[in-house]
């Protein structure tokens, strides 16, 4: 059985990588983090999420993350 990945919110993907949405809105416009418009909503896939993770592509090393949770 083939089955299709889900699109994902903002507080999903939150959550999935515990940080804020606050955080996650900045990595979209300054680190290219993988979001998609549907409409006005940020839909997300968690396996390019994960991918962005794995290859790094959110660290530069000029930025900490100002998140206190």
Do not use: C, Q
């Amino acid at each position: 059985m083939d089955t299709e990945e889900r699109w994902v919110s903002v507080d999903e993907v939150s959550a999935h990588l515990d940080v804020t949405k606050d955080t996650i809105y900045r990595w979209i416009e300054k680190k290219n983090f993988p979001a998609h418009k549907a409409g006005r909503l940020l839909r997300f896939k968690i396996s390019e999420v994960d991918e962005w993770v794995r290859k790094g592509d959110g660290s530069n090393g000029n930025e900490k993350e100002e998140d206190a949770n």
